[in-house]
């Protein structure tokens, strides 16, 4: 199989998934933090695994990454991705503790990081039934993994089903921005790599069958 | 090859070659295995950044022989020979193989950074090529440098001292 030369309509049906996706999940989380949301126009993009990482900012680049195998008819992983100051910020939002750091304090964290798992399963909840719903592929997030470290570490995890077939990855790119006219506002990225065996099914499951 | 007095930069599945006083580094490393070979004397290194065990479990007819274990190593044995490093003076520090999400299912894929560090140790005693020191497992990510002059390789983990092995 060959991903390299996705046609543009292709990349057109993929970024509808993404943004399809991305609606709910912008959803969820305005109702979660009673803030408006925006979301962008997200890209899709064939690249390599060290671009990947330079897409968020370098593989050395410390990031909350929180990674959701799907499970079901068209496996994959999910990542949201969000800058230290972001997830803090998010906490901040969702505990009313103004004071919560990540990595500074001596405060109990367990339960910030049980909201930062909350938020996940949310966010990440609502973009696979969009998903889900739109393609009639049953897909089922697993519990969330919650990584806090360099982004190259946290994302090959992600990388490893693919790099068996493939040098590079498709990544259907979901940014969502939290609008307010405060200075703070959070930027998430969503990653979706489905597994190499699920693009077929996905094509499919939208009535596009010359995917070879 | 550089000369000069720069930071060589190894990608994920790559590997390049380094002579003093540059220094070689690769950021990132999480399930992956970052093997260091170097020849003390020479002042002769090279660094590989290796994703996956087997190459035998690709599934690719024309595969990335950087990315694997078994096949990232030879390449790396031999551009170190080609370029002046004698077999018998090679040594080798490893460092990564974590296991970076503690997943609940057992898929062996899951295990995959102690599976690399296996694999490593594997090849290089099938090589001759004796482990000087190594950083391996936990669940924490590793940027790791390499200076040929003094034969330190530096370990740099989030929030936590660098520190050399």
Request: charged fraction near 20%.
């Amino acid at each position: 199989m060959e991903y390299l030369h996705l046609t543009s309509y292709q990349k057109d049906v993929l970024k509808e998934i993404g943004n399809i996706g991305a609606g709910n999940a912008a959803t969820s989380l305005s109702k979660l933090l009673d803030k408006k949301i925006e979301m962008n126009v997200p890209s899709v993009n064939v690249v390599g695994y060290d671009e990947l990482m330079e897409l968020i900012g370098g593989p050395e680049e410390i990031i909350v990454g929180l990674l959701f195998r799907i499970h079901g008819e068209a496996p994959g992983t999910v990542y949201l991705i969000l800058k230290v100051e972001e997830a803090e910020y998010l906490v901040r939002q969702l505990t009313n503790d103004q004071d919560f750091s990540l990595f500074e304090g001596k405060q109990d964290k367990e339960m910030s990081l049980s909201a930062l798992h909350e938020i996940g399963n949310i966010v990440t909840g609502s973009y696979l039934t969009a998903l889900s719903d739109f393609t009639k592929i049953n897909m089922q997030p697993s519990v969330p993994y919650l990584g806090i470290d360099m982004a190259g570490a946290l994302l090959t995890a992600g990388l490893l089903e693919i790099s068996k077939v493939i040098d590079y990855a498709i990544i259907i790119d979901t940014e969502i921005k939290l609008d307010d006219q405060v200075k703070e506002g959070i930027k998430g990225n969503f990653f979706l790599l489905p597994d190499p065996e699920s693009f077929p099914k996905i094509f499919e499951a939208l009535g596009i069958n010359d995917h070879e | 090859m550089n000369k000069t007095s720069t930071v060589v930069k190894v990608g994920i599945a790559d590997l390049n070659l380094v002579i003093a006083p540059g220094t070689i580094r690769t950021s990132g490393l999480g399930s992956c295995v970052g093997v260091v070979i170097y020849d003390a004397t020479k002042k002769i290194a090279g660094l590989s950044h290796i994703l996956l065990p087997d190459s035998s479990a690709a599934k690719q007819v024309k595969i990335n022989p950087f990315k694997y274990a078994d096949t990232a190593i030879p390449c790396l044995v031999n551009s170190l020979l080609e370029n002046g490093a004698r077999k018998f003076a090679l040594k080798a520090k490893i460092a990564g193989g974590a296991q970076m999400f503690q997943f609940s299912s057992g898929s062996d894929m899951m295990r995959i950074g102690p599976r690399n560090t296996e694999a490593v140790e594997h090849k290089l005693s099938e090589l001759n090529i004796s482990v000087i020191s190594m950083d391996v497992g936990g669940n924490v990510g590793r940027t790791i440098e390499f200076d040929p002059q003094t034969g330190n390789l530096k370990i740099k983990k989030v929030n936590k001292e660098e520190f050399f092995i």
